[in-house]
């Protein structure tokens, strides 16, 4: 039992308002009406449903389209998910305790499994996440006019903007705690939510997940919904083996970056830490917002002569995603205000509203943008009299 509910894991498991005791190792099931926040059984909605709507679009992309990017980039993150998050709820089983320790828990939700570690709804977060990021990128050219590298750049940008409008609200509305004994991982912080984990985990991991997909299965020199080289003709057998090596390969590549910070670890070297993980923070915004305003100009100096192909998912799940959250900050907004130290009077954490608010914004402008260039041409044309 110390494994899977050691003091620290019991400790953050009572503040969230459940007991990491006697919980099945395989699956739990529960009353979504039941759950510790009212905004719980919404979210997982929000969530799930993406999921299964950006694996119908990516499965749509490969077989009527012929390019398989969606399909793989989709398995992709559930491998990635596979190998990454395990040795974070469980560190003692892959001798990492003394490394990184109790990093944090997720709170129960309607189906839990690993110990009540795992909702379903983070199993259906990544997928959903990457195919929204990808697809925007995608629908707003950056990968047919710049390429692989550039394009995944984009992708690492977008995953931050949406990511941490919903990373700066969870550890208020109690949809996960973070470990506070942990100060080796958990610091340095903006607010309530690890620098390490905004810059990691909401930006590289995805970026380099689809650089990898898009190099490994994607087709060279392919146009717009195109394919146009032997990549084409790759077996499903052969896009499967590749997806499984792209989610694999994915920590490696957040292993490596993550060494500049990593460099000044220490509770003497925390401010050291928290400026070079800024500056990193601060280079994903400027390399995103210049790539893709960059190739928003492009398009309006010369656009495409056709809509990208299959656009619908990029002209309705992140908007949906947006407003979905964007409601659920409203909600959360009297308690935020009413904090103290920033901690509200139900005893959680807030996050940074100000982050929120600047993503939300980005955001914002991303979904208007995929709007516009996904128009129909006939629709942008003046009515002639």
Same mark, same amino acid.
């Given at each position: 039992?110390?494994?899977?509910?050691?003091?620290?894991?019991?400790?953050?498991?009572?503040?969230?308002?459940?007991?990491?005791?006697?919980?099945?190792?395989?699956?739990?099931?529960?009353?979504?009406?039941?759950?510790?926040?009212?905004?719980?059984?919404?979210?997982?909605?929000?969530?799930?449903?993406?999921?299964?709507?950006?694996?119908?679009? /990516?499965?749509?992309?490969?077989?009527?389209?012929?390019?398989?990017?969606?399909?793989?980039?989709?398995?992709?993150?559930?491998?990635?998910?596979?190998?990454?998050?395990?040795?974070?709820?469980?560190?003692?089983?892959?001798?990492?305790?003394?490394?990184?320790?109790?990093?944090?828990?997720?709170?129960?939700?309607?189906?839990?499994?690993?110990?009540?570690?795992?909702? =379903?709804?983070?199993?259906?977060?990544?997928?959903?996440?990457?195919?929204?990021?990808?697809?925007?990128?995608?629908?707003?050219?950056?990968?047919?006019?710049?390429?692989?590298?550039?394009?995944?750049? /984009?992708?690492?940008?977008?995953?931050?903007?949406?990511?941490?409008?919903?990373?700066?609200?969870?550890?208020?509305?109690?949809?996960?705690?973070?470990?506070?004994?942990?100060?080796?991982?958990?610091?340095?912080?903006?607010?309530?939510?690890?620098?390490?984990?905004?810059?990691?985990?909401?930006?590289?991991?995805?970026?380099?997940?689809?650089?990898?997909?898009?190099?490994?299965?994607?087709?060279?020199?392919?146009?717009?919904?195109?394919?146009?080289?032997?990549?084409?003709?790759?077996?499903?057998?052969?896009?499967?083996?590749?997806?499984?090596?792209?989610?694999?390969?994915?920590?490696?590549?957040?292993?490596?970056?993550?060494?500049?910070?990593?460099?000044?670890?220490?509770?003497?070297?925390?401010?050291?830490?928290?400026?070079? =993980?800024?500056?990193?923070?601060?280079?994903?915004?400027?390399?995103?917002?210049? =790539?893709?305003?960059?190739?928003?100009?492009?398009?309006?100096?010369?656009?495409?002569?056709?809509?990208?192909?299959?656009?619908?998912?990029?002209?309705?799940?992140?908007?949906?995603?947006?407003? /979905?959250?964007?409601?659920?900050?409203?909600?959360?907004?009297?308690?935020?205000?009413?904090?103290?130290?920033?901690?509200?009077?139900?005893?959680?954490?807030?996050?940074?509203?100000?982050?929120?608010?600047?993503?939300?914004?980005?955001?914002?402008?991303?979904?208007?943008?995929?709007?516009?260039?996904?128009?129909?041409?006939?629709?942008?044309?003046?009515?002639?009299?």
């Amino acid at each position: 039992m110390g494994y899977t509910c050691d003091s620290a894991a019991e400790r953050i498991a009572e503040g969230l308002g459940f007991s990491c005791h006697d919980a099945s190792p395989v699956l739990d099931l529960r009353n979504p009406f039941g759950l510790e926040s009212g905004t719980m059984p919404f979210l997982e909605l929000l969530v799930i449903g993406g999921a299964v709507f950006a694996l119908v679009h /990516a499965w749509r992309r490969w077989r009527r389209d012929g390019d398989p990017v969606n399909i793989s980039l989709w398995f992709a993150s559930v491998v990635y998910l596979a190998v990454i998050e395990p040795p974070l709820y469980f560190p003692s089983w892959f001798g990492l305790q003394e490394h990184v320790g109790f990093i944090f828990s997720h709170n129960v939700f309607t189906v839990q499994f690993m110990y009540d570690r795992l909702p =379903l709804y983070i199993v259906a977060f990544y997928p959903a996440l990457s195919q929204l990021a990808y697809e925007l990128v995608r629908v707003l050219g950056v990968f047919a006019r710049r390429g692989p590298l550039a394009g995944s750049l /984009a992708v690492a940008f977008v995953c931050q903007v949406f990511y941490e409008i919903f990373d700066q609200l969870g550890p208020q509305l109690k949809w996960w705690a973070w470990n506070p004994g942990n100060k080796m991982i958990n610091e340095p912080a903006l607010a309530s939510v690890p620098m390490n984990s905004m810059f990691l985990f909401a930006s590289v991991s995805f970026g380099a997940m689809t650089y990898l997909v898009v190099r490994l299965v994607g087709a060279k020199d392919a146009g717009e919904g195109g394919v146009t080289d032997g990549r084409a003709a790759l077996s499903g057998r052969r896009i499967a083996l590749r997806t499984l090596a792209a989610g694999v390969l994915t920590p490696l590549a957040m292993g490596v970056a993550g060494i500049p910070s990593n460099l000044f670890r220490g509770g003497d070297q925390l401010g050291v830490q928290r400026a070079v =993980l800024g500056v990193e923070l601060a280079l994903v915004w400027l390399v995103g917002l210049y =790539l893709l305003t960059n190739t928003w100009r492009a398009h309006r100096a010369d656009p495409a002569p056709s809509p990208p192909v299959s656009p619908w998912f990029a002209r309705t799940y992140p908007a949906l995603y947006l407003a /979905a959250h964007v409601v659920l900050w409203l909600v959360a907004l009297p308690a935020y205000f009413a904090a103290s130290g920033g901690v509200t009077e139900q005893g959680t954490p807030v996050g940074s509203l100000w982050y929120a608010v600047l993503c939300t914004v980005a955001a914002t402008g991303l979904v208007v943008a995929a709007l516009r260039v996904t128009m129909p041409q006939r629709a942008k044309e003046p009515v002639r009299s």
